[in-house]
């Protein structure tokens, strides 16, 4: 950590110099994880928050890859002894890689150029004569002749080709010339696609027909909200429909040539120049052809992993059920529907099949097996998971099940999305080796109905259905991306400590996989921890690793009270103390209203703890409940719709939020088919970015616009008539 790192950050992030520098010895020097730092580190970054932090940390890394390059490529030049003065000023004061790579470009081919083999052979001389206008016309070369042939150079047209490569490579490795093109590029190129000649052959290619004559400013597809169409353009060229590239008027390119060359103007040798300028103008089209596409590519996954990540998060916060006893059922035909029952504690009870559907129409003999087990367990809901014969099964136990314990029981349409990934998994088969995969996959259908986030963490993000391109988009940056958005919910939320599932556990701060397994192991063999404190018999868990973690894992009804709560082990001795001093008890401070008063009231020891922790304290023992989340309510979508032939231009249909896009959102209505809401139909003002309208999970109720029975597309609206 330096200044030149500190102010490379600030002006990038336009954060005081002051937080950065805490961020970065609270990251680097003293190791601690985001999560920690972003809730009890306040008084230290002043309230900065994990996404603030974090870009901190990417452009301190982004910094440090900058520097290691700078590094690397003074010491190559230098061990190749060709470093000089001014090419070390030029390589020291570089602001990116791209011209630190511009720069070492004449210096890392380990293949001899062309160029460089005219100027071995001694025509260097001639080429300075060429730009100085000492020759006048290229029939002179005759003149100079025999001051050059050698048995590497003998024809004039040897003498022509070597100069013209001399020079066409002086021009392309021009740094200050291709850094101004780059900008020219930037603002001017245009990005087209159009349809290859053998398209029609490919199976869907008309889906890509919108590209078939595309031309758009590269600077307009930078915009996140419009990059996703790079995206298509490339599946499109992955599929072999589409062929793309950058225009750009080549008079741009000419003019900056001349301008940074003007011997080119100015050289009486015309025909050569003109050839040079043609070929330079080539190369460097092609040079950052490349580049632009390649950035394109950075931009559009940095934006789709960012909805990705956006739609996760929503996904994992969405209002959970809590301690509900849940009957899970994932539909089938032929192999029946498989049932699974969890408690409030979300442990397996039993399961078993019932044949509601054809071929073996077993109505009445699978809805007496299921009153009897909603009887016998107490049951309060029902999931179904909503692939084939969900809603099915939902209109059959919905309108048989209506009686049973007076109406309490809830059934339900749940989103199975990635449950039968799962189910296959190896997390599945070390909780349940006994049990078949449709088994296992009832058990996360209920499972998730019960706590979205404790169950979607064992499954691949990519296979829960939301976000768009995440196949073609870089996958190590994604994995990167949504790895911190399932930490950042998981610690956001907390989690039980004595119910955590180790995969639930390993994204809490400072923990991992390996101790994650630890702790629910010795977990079992004490039968549940009583204080945070125990956490430190855990093998593996650290003193380090319980400042990460203690304040996110709580412990209910145990020895100490506060350990039910967000507020971390670390200042338990000054509430203790206070508590002492003011002679109340600490289970009563979580009880009393009065108590918690005074606690606010009190200036030195909130000049003790600092005021954002303080305030945080106060939060936490005023919270009715520690879980941020909502509470779950209960959802219904419109009756007598089962499918797509039922709905119709002006129909209103409750629905709920499954994905967002940059251009619009999808929404489940009940049926099969999800609707769309285009982004020009969320509101009756204009909406620049869908995710501050809508979000995963939210509930809507939409009006129809049109319905296509052929493609099996509904457009919707919540546009006010």
């Not at 064992?458 to 995440?470: A, E, H, N, T």
Request: net charge positive.
């Amino acid at each position: 950590m330096n200044h030149t790192s500190i102010s490379y950050i600030e002006q990038n992030t336009s954060l005081p110099s002051s937080k950065i520098r805490n961020v970065l010895k609270l990251l680097i020097e003293e190791e601690c994880t985001i999560p920690f730092i972003t809730r009890y580190r306040k008084e230290a970054t002043g309230g900065l928050d994990e996404v603030q932090i974090a870009s901190i940390q990417d452009f301190h890394k982004r910094f440090t890859a900058l520097e290691a390059r700078r590094e690397f490529i003074l010491k190559k030049i230098k061990e190749d002894n060709k470093l000089t003065p001014a090419l070390e000023k030029d390589i020291l004061k570089a602001k990116t890689i791209k011209i630190l790579d511009d720069l070492y470009a004449p210096f890392k081919s380990k293949r001899k150029t062309k160029a460089q083999t005219a100027i071995e052979n001694g025509l260097a001389p001639l080429a300075l004569k060429l730009k100085t206008s000492q020759i006048d016309d290229l029939n002179f070369l005759k003149n100079f002749s025999k001051d050059f042939f050698n048995n590497h150079l003998k024809t004039n047209e040897d003498i022509s080709s070597g100069l013209m490569a001399i020079l066409t490579e002086e021009i392309t490795q021009n740094v200050s010339l291709k850094e101004t093109l780059r900008d020219i590029y930037k603002k001017e190129s245009l990005l087209t696609s159009s349809m290859r000649k053998k398209a029609k052959e490919i199976s869907d290619y008309d889906k890509y027909k919108d590209y078939f004559e595309f031309s758009q400013k590269i600077s307009q597809l930078k915009n996140p909200k419009t990059s996703h169409r790079y995206l298509a353009i490339r599946r499109g060229m992955d599929k072999k429909v589409l062929s793309a590239g950058i225009e750009i008027e080549k008079k741009l390119i000419s003019n900056q040539i001349e301008k940074f060359h003007p011997w080119i103007k100015t050289s009486k040798c015309n025909e050569m120049m003109s050839e040079i300028l043609k070929l330079s103008s080539r190369r460097i089209h092609s040079s950052l052809e490349l580049e632009m596409m390649g950035d394109l590519k950075s931009l559009s996954d940095e934006a789709a992993i960012q909805v990705f990540s956006t739609n996760l998060k929503d996904l994992l916060l969405q209002p959970y059920l809590g301690a509900k006893t849940v009957l899970g059922i994932d539909p089938g035909v032929r192999t029946g529907c498989k049932v699974a029952l969890i408690n409030q504690s979300g442990e397996f009870m039993m399961d078993t099949v019932i044949y509601p559907h054809p071929p073996r129409n077993e109505k009445e003999k699978s809805i007496d097996a299921i009153s009897r087990i909603i009887h016998k367990f107490n049951v309060e809901y029902i999931a179904i998971g909503n692939g084939t014969y969900g809603r099915e099964t939902l209109a059959l136990l919905k309108s048989e099940v209506a009686s049973i314990k007076n109406g309490d029981v809830k059934t339900m349409l749940v989103n199975e999305d990635g449950a039968s990934i799962y189910s296959a998994s190896e997390i599945a088969r070390e909780e349940f080796p006994d049990k078949d995969p449709t088994v296992r996959g009832a058990i996360s259908i209920a499972r998730r109905f019960q706590d979205p986030l404790a169950e979607l963490v064992k499954i691949d993000p990519k296979s829960i259905g939301v976000g768009q391109y995440q196949h073609d988009v870089n996958q190590v940056k994604l994995k990167q991306s949504l790895e911190t958005a399932i930490e950042n919910c998981v610690n956001y939320v907390g989690v039980d400590l004595n119910t955590a599932s180790a995969p639930l556990l390993s994204y809490i701060s400072g923990i991992g996989p390996k101790v994650s397994s630890n702790i629910t192991k010795y977990r079992e063999k004490i039968g549940g921890f009583k204080k945070r404190s125990e956490l430190l018999k855990v093998s593996r868990f650290s003193e380090k690793v319980f400042q990460q973690a203690g304040g996110f894992l709580r412990i209910y009804n145990g020895e100490n009270p506060l350990d039910a709560t967000f507020i971390h082990p670390e200042s338990y001795p000054i509430i203790q103390d206070w508590c002492a001093k003011n002679k109340i008890k600490l289970s009563e401070l979580i009880k009393s209203q009065e108590s918690i008063n005074k606690l606010e009231q009190d200036q030195s020891l909130k000049e003790k703890l600092g005021s954002f922790t303080h305030q945080d304290i106060l939060s936490s023992l005023r919270a009715p409940r520690q879980d941020p989340r909502d509470e779950f309510k209960a959802f219904e979508f419109k009756d007598n719709l089962n499918k797509i032939s039922d709905i119709h231009t002006g129909d209103m249909c409750p629905g709920i939020v499954t994905n967002i896009t940059k251009f619009g959102a999808f929404i489940d209505i009940g049926i099969k088919e999800n609707g769309l809401i285009h982004v020009s139909q969320m509101a009756d003002k204009f909406v620049d970015d869908p995710f501050k309208i809508l979000k995963i999970g939210q509930k809507v109720n939409a009006r129809v616009l049109e319905v296509d029975l052929k493609r099996g597309r509904i457009s919707l609206s919540l546009k006010t008539l």
